[in-house]
């Protein structure tokens, strides 16, 4: 790719200058088993058009009909993000011509969101500690999400250039919910990092409320990322909004991106257009997409073939009822009750490994040996795979009965490693790999002196060099014997029995 | 007559992908007048303090249990499709438009 042509100012100059002003649109696909408004399966995947029926395809006389779970969803995320529950609010249609929804109109929510006014905290990362942000929610909301179109023809596979494009309708209609924060200001330097970690925290907070799986790399979780900058002392300026920013990283990014752009084109004289603009994950930078110089007209209108949803307020404190423990207070319980420091709770965390190190010490494993093998071991292979940690087929069981070998001698550190790597090739379970693999520690001590005797015999010196009092010079007996029982022996164990053998005290 | 101009009539049109020769622009222009004009009837009998109604049903909260149900064979779906290739739905170019 050739060198961009997008004039930026250094960060630390455009924040001298200029404040950033935020503002987060998050969409959150819902786990429900079927769509928003018919019972048509809201499963990710299947063939293209086969998770389709009349109301979805929009086909004339289909009435839509709301999904009770989808409305129990947004109420607990609503309330779970401390916002106020609508006693009572309508669908509305927001007309346009787009291919991606077939009725020409899209289900959503607009001047009468189900939820209104709550704030989400955030803590950052900062030189001087970490540093707590009320994020302020504006609304949460309903929607449907939109077919899938892909672009044919042309040379791109880009919407510019094809000659026709093709829709698969599979997701128009699954449950969509919008959440809208208020500006964001007073962040300054730490705004990229606020805008990621607040997308990180809502993300977690879905997963612990369990009403969607919030996979950003599949799309059920986007982010849009408006950013403004204004000049000292004045009201923010024209915003960018950044489309479909779709990793925790790229968010953080964007925001710093726009900062950095806005703030030379603002310093050069010139003005932000307002515009939606595009993210590339491989350079970095955002281009510019449709202006948004005429406002679109949605003619947004009551959506007449649904009547309206009047949450009582039993039902209300009743979901209540079931909001899980916030992922922030969770994380201080488990920090205490493992007992470990602020930087090793971020570690965990930065590697998506929380749930999995709990889970793996409810299965009996202590806590420093599953840190160790999530945050070591198998976040290295989740990376050199470039998959998530959590789709590794290791499983909690698997470390449990590694570590019971481990503790009864059976298995060394070096061996639990190869277990894993059968397990993770797929050849069976942890007993089956061992079997297969022959991976016993050698620990017979007949064994481990034969090979200590053989490894004296073939290196003279050494047994001379140790009696005189260079205990270090033991390394090249048992380094000799480990090789010679091809890494499955203990080599603490084979050091003792060398010095025994030797008359020497270790 | 409720002053509904041929420039709005152009607008709507357009917002609805309608191409309207000038004569069926005057044509509308003359009817929507006409229907926005019978319309208003209703603000001379409703006053202030009576709310627009969007449902004449007062019904709140009807819901469907979440059971996913099988939807429509894709044959069917494709004899539905004007135009149909790879299992999609073909639509024309999408950017010429505006
Ligand atoms: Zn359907």
Redesign the interface.
Known sequence: MSASAIERMKFDDALAAFEPVLGLETHVELG???KMF??????FGG????????V??G?PGSMP???????ESTIRMGLSLNCSIAS?C?FARK?Y???DM?KDYQVSQYDEPLCVDGYLDVVVATDDGPREFRVEIERVHMEEDTGK????GGDTGR??G????????NRAGIPLIEIVTKPIVGAGELAPLVARAYVTELRDLMRALGVSDVRMDQGSLRCDVNVSLAPSGEPWGTRSETKNVNSLRSVERAVRFEIERQAAVLSGGGRVVQETRHFHEDTGETTSGRSKEHAE?Y?Y??E?D??????TSDWVEELRGTLPEVPSVRRARLQAVWNISDLEMQTLVNAEALDLVESTIDHGVDQAAARKWWTGEFTRIANEQGIALTDLPVTAAHIARVEELIADGSLTDKLARQVFEGVIAGEGDVDAVVQARGLVVVGDDSTLLAAIEQALADQPDVAEKIQGGKVQAAGAIVGAVMKATKGQADAAKVRTLLLEHLGVDG | MANITREQVQHLAH?A?LELTEEETAHYTDQLSAIVEAVEHVSEVAADDIPPT??P?P???????????P??D?AD??A?APSW???????????D?D
Request: charged fraction near 20%.
């Open positions: 429900t088993a079927s018919c019972s048509c399966s809201a499963e063939e293209p058009n086969t998770h389709v029926c009349p979805c395809l086909l009909v709301v999904n009770a779970s989808a409305i009572w309508r007309n011509f787009y291919p077939p179109l892909t672009h044919a919407i510019h094809a000659d026709y494009s093709l829709v698969d309708y007209e003619r209108f009551p007449p649904l009547v309206p949803v009047a949450p | 917002l992908r969007s449902h049903v019904m709140t909260n009807v819901f469907r249990e979440d059971v996913a149900r939807g429509l894709r779906v494709q539905g290739e790879d299992d999609r739905f073909r639509v024309p170019r999408i950017l438009e």
